[in-house]
């Protein structure tokens, strides 16, 4: 269920590298529950634009709201509680090797949260489970399949309590065989109602679960409405033209 106040209110982010201007004028508003996704041809901006909402990569310009607050990058200590409130999940993991998949998900609740050994240990054990990867607890990254190490990354995140999750194409780096298990932990968030932004090329996945299709080409937002109405058959949008193209490949 949706509420009229967003979680998340991203207004008019522009960002630039050098002369070239990579997002323009990009704008979203996220509700409690709802799963948005952002799609379009690759160079769109997609990546970028999830980056700067959380500010991996500070916007040249634009305004961003967590649950009514305005974040600003110059106050550390705000922006250090909105990153541990808006989660990130890479095409790349980003586990550390040196850690097994215990460790990769205990670490920041003891470095950030302050938790103990022991509790961080057991809140771990907890959300590696909840990934189904309890029997894995001990292996390191690379001992585990690309799906397994995203299912840590999402433990990891979770481990966090995050109000939003973005997800960065979580699946691209996956073998076609790995895929559904980390859509299955994607499937499964959502239908506990977990707040999320993901790019992603998974067309049937965003038909069937997201609530909008976001459409970014050239670094804009081209078009942003509900599956049912971009993806309808009779329907002539850039974005069912997208999605058209992904299903002749």
């Not at 990579?22 to 990546?47: F, M, Q, R």
């Not at 949008?237 to 490949?249: A, D, E, G, I, P």
């Amino acid at each position: 269920m949706t509420h009229a106040s967003p979680v998340l209110d991203v207004r008019h982010i522009k960002f630039k590298v050098g002369v070239r201007t990579i997002l323009d004028d990009c704008s979203l508003t996220l509700n409690k529950g709802e799963l948005k996704v952002l799609i379009g041809p690759s160079g769109a901006g997609k990546s970028t634009f999830l980056q700067c909402i959380n500010f991996l990569q500070i916007p040249d310009s634009g305004e961003i709201f967590l649950e009514g607050e305005q974040i600003t990058t110059n106050n550390v200590k705000q922006l250090c509680s909105y990153r541990s409130k808006v989660g990130m999940i890479f095409q790349d993991f980003k586990l550390f090797d040196h850690l097994t998949a215990l460790d990769n998900v205990a670490i920041a609740l003891r470095k950030v949260r302050k938790y103990t050994a022991s509790a961080a240990k057991d809140r771990a054990m907890q959300e590696l489970e909840r990934v189904n990867l309890g029997d894995k607890t001990e292996l390191y990254p690379a001992q585990l399949s690309g799906g397994q190490k995203q299912r840590v990354a999402f433990a990891r995140a979770l481990a966090m309590d995050p109000i939003v999750l973005l997800l960065d194409e979580p699946t691209s780096a996956l073998d076609p065989e790995l895929v559904g298990e980390v859509l299955q932990v994607i499937r499964d968030l959502a239908a506990h109602g977990m707040t999320m932004i993901m790019a992603t090329h998974q067309m049937d996945f965003i038909r069937a679960i997201s609530t909008e299709i976001i459409f970014m080409e050239q670094g804009r937002i081209i078009e942003q409405d509900s599956p049912a109405n971009l993806l309808a058959p009779n329907c002539e949008s850039r974005t069912k033209q997208f999605y058209n193209t992904l299903q002749s490949v």
